[in-house]
């Protein structure tokens, strides 16, 4: 079962490739099929089997012979690892929950690695599933997720706490510390892990971040201090983090 949904984890990972790569670039994401970013030829579908293709084409695309980025077969992985944990966490039905909401996560990150911005739309798609979720958690009476007045609460905590943070750090910095994109984002986890998380979540994502600049700084000797980051991938590491360890 779980090489079944390790596959089926990876297939989801095809598909956030094409919304990290098309979401930005407000391209349909549903047509056109497949394309190589280089030579926009079409890929076969026998070229694009998630990870394995990556491997049996050997890194390069079979018309243009250009080199594909390693982070394709890297997402996919990455979906597949993460559906895993969340099947042996939650079973085959609620883990679809859980892994919606990491799912996202994982291609805001992406996007904002490459972009440096969190796309609104997602954020939004998160705030308002997160308190979806709640509502139908109130009416069944789970615990496992937060309910409906705790996922409001957390919406709106996220928002005001990052919020506070990131007013306080460009007073205090003289430059921007968090930005518009990370606020909603921390409104979003907060409607979907209810308001006791977040606390957690921004010192952990804190914590993260440090660690990141740190060793940063120590192997490649460039100062990192006072350098953007994007810190997406920290929240969403850390929401990982919450949800497999904490909880
Ligand atoms: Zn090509």
């Not at 805001?108 to 308190?131: A, C, H």
């Amino acid at each position: 079962m779980v090489f079944i949904i390790f596959i089926l984890g990876i297939i989801f990972g095809s598909f956030a490739n094409v919304l990290i790569y098309r979401i930005p670039k407000k391209i349909s994401i549903v047509f056109p099929n497949s394309f190589c970013p280089f030579c926009f030829s079409s890929i076969k579908w026998y070229d694009n089997i998630p990870i394995l293709s990556y491997f049996l084409l050997k890194g390069r695309c079979r018309s243009c012979n250009q080199k594909i980025s390693l982070t394709y077969p890297l997402v996919e992985f990455l979906c597949g690892v993460v559906a895993v944990f969340c099947y042996l966490k939650f079973g085959i039905f609620e883990m679809w929950v859980f892994f919606n909401f990491l799912f996202v996560l994982l291609v805001i990150s992406f996007i904002d690695i490459n972009t440096t911005e969190i796309p609104d739309e997602l954020s939004y798609y998160l705030i308002f599933s997160g308190i979806l979720l709640s509502i139908f958690n109130s009416l069944l009476g789970k615990d496992l997720f937060s309910k409906i007045v705790n996922s409001l609460i957390g919406g709106l905590v996220g928002f005001f706490v990052s919020y506070l943070i990131a007013f306080f750090g460009e007073k205090i910095f003289k430059k921007p510390s968090l930005g518009g994109g990370d606020i909603k984002l921390f409104a979003a986890v907060g409607a979907w892990l209810g308001w006791g998380s977040l606390f957690k979540i921004i010192f952990l994502s804190s914590f993260f971040a440090l660690v990141y600049i740190f060793l940063v700084s120590l192997y490649k000797k460039v100062k990192m201090w006072g350098k953007y980051i994007q810190f997406a991938p920290f929240i969403s590491f850390s929401c990982l983090i919450y949800i497999f360890f904490i909880t």
